[in-house]
């Protein structure tokens, strides 16, 4: 099994492990990203908000579009981690070749790391996209949805009451229809460039994450002379701290592609429907100014810090334990042999 291999099949698991603790938190988050009301009434706390969903909405739209989002999770890991190692060889190949001509010491710069995972993060993106535009919608779907697209109260005798009362079925396949029928198949690539222009944060968070690894595992190798074995729990903390550096730096983006992915009311109010992203950015700085920029951002930091250190734990000690028992396995096997 090639190294490459062995990566995007642990970066699936631990990706769909860490999607599974914090998809309430992912949920809270998006919805908190797609307010486009600036004058709220009420500023609720993350727990407040969750407490409320499952008050009105009960604790399945706490987990609303989790299939596709566990399905999402699992291909843009796998495929990410996957070609970030191709990427990677290839870089740590040129490294060395260019070693041997007298040209640095051979390892891969900070520089090359960037570039290899934002070309990793841009595949990733262009194959994956129509998988989150579902999940954003499915997480946004609330059952006053109908209500809130008329500004006059709904009655008995109103035919979409029972809809604002009873909402119709919202499961995957009436989202892809939905998302369709409102924009043909490119609808399925809403948000695409602020998405790809987002890669600077996973390209940011293994640069991080990479640079990190390496000096503790020099300063590990030069104090305990030649071992700088790393444990689960200091890549669980490396983890974090690349994915909080990332975030911070990269927020705004992530607010404006899910307000470009959710549902957008067909209303006369301007600020509730974009052309694209520009326009999207330049009606949230008119309506909301720089803070709309920022909605949900406590909530995303500890999510994403959560979800990052559980996924690098859980990769790292996967590809350790699938590669010991393949060498496990391989001495077996030549021992079986005859001589």
Same mark, same amino acid.
């Given at each position: 099994m090639s190294d490459a291999l062995i990566n995007g099949l642990a970066g699936a698991g631990g990706g769909i492990i860490a999607q599974l603790i914090t998809y309430p938190l992912q949920t809270v988050n998006t919805r908190q990203q797609t307010e486009r009301d600036p004058k709220e009434k009420k500023k609720l $706390?993350?727990?407040?908000?969750?407490?409320?969903?499952?008050?009105?909405?009960? #604790?399945?739209?706490?987990?609303?579009?989790?299939? /596709?989002?566990?399905?999402?999770? !699992?291909?843009?890991?796998?495929?990410?981690?996957?070609?970030?190692?191709i990427f990677r060889d290839k870089a740590v190949a040129k490294a060395l070749e260019h070693k041997r001509k007298g040209f640095g010491d051979g390892s891969v710069g900070m520089l090359s790391s960037l570039i290899v995972a934002a070309m990793a993060g841009c595949v990733n993106v262009l194959l994956t996209n129509p998988i989150w535009v579902v999940v954003t919608r499915m997480q946004t779907y609330t059952k006053a949805s109908k209500k809130s697209e008329s500004s006059q /109260? &709904?009655?008995?005798?109103?035919? =979409?009451? %029972?809809? !604002?009362?009873?909402?119709?079925?919202?499961?995957?396949?009436?989202?892809?229809?939905?998302?369709?029928?409102?924009?043909?198949? @490119?609808?399925? #690539?809403?948000?695409?460039?602020?998405? &790809?222009?987002?890669?600077? =944060? /996973?390209? *940011?968070?293994? *640069? &991080?994450?990479?640079?990190?690894?390496? =000096?503790l595992k020099k300063q590990r190798a030069l104090r305990k002379k030649g071992d700088n074995v790393v444990t689960a729990l200091e890549i669980f903390l490396l983890g974090a701290l690349a994915k909080l550096g990332a975030t911070?730096?990269?927020?705004?983006?992530?607010?404006?592609?899910?307000?470009?992915? !959710?549902?957008?009311?067909?209303?006369?109010?301007?600020?509730?429907?974009?052309?694209?992203? &520009?326009?999207?950015?330049?009606?949230?700085?008119?309506?909301?100014?720089? =803070?709309? @920029?920022?909605?949900?951002? $406590?909530?995303?930091?500890?999510?994403?810090? %959560?979800? !990052?250190?559980?996924? @690098?734990?859980?990769?790292?000690?996967?590809?350790?334990?699938?590669?010991?028992?393949?060498?496990?396995? $391989?001495?077996?096997?030549?021992? $079986?042999?005859?001589p």
């Open positions: $706390s993350t727990v407040d908000q969750m407490c409320q969903v499952v008050k009105h909405e009960g #604790w399945g739209r706490l987990y609303g579009g989790l299939a /596709p989002s566990l399905v999402g999770t !699992a291909a843009s890991q796998g495929v990410y981690y996957y070609f970030y190692q /109260p &709904l009655t008995v005798g109103d035919e =979409n009451f %029972l809809d !604002a009362v009873e909402p119709p079925p919202f499961g995957t396949g009436h989202v892809v229809q939905e998302i369709f029928d409102e924009g043909g198949i @490119f609808g399925f #690539w809403r948000g695409v460039l602020p998405t &790809l222009i987002m890669v600077s =944060n /996973p390209s *940011m968070q293994f *640069m &991080l994450y990479e640079t990190m690894l390496k =000096n911070v730096v990269t927020y705004p983006l992530l607010v404006v592609k899910s307000r470009l992915q !959710a549902k957008q009311q067909k209303t006369g109010d301007k600020r509730h429907h974009y052309e694209g992203t &520009l326009d999207a950015i330049l009606k949230m700085i008119r309506y909301e100014g720089f =803070n709309g @920029f920022y909605k949900g951002m $406590s909530t995303k930091i500890f999510q994403s810090v %959560l979800a !990052a250190a559980v996924l @690098f734990m859980v990769k790292e000690e996967l590809v350790r334990g699938t590669r010991f028992l393949l060498t496990r396995g $391989s001495v077996k096997g030549a021992r $079986s042999r005859p």
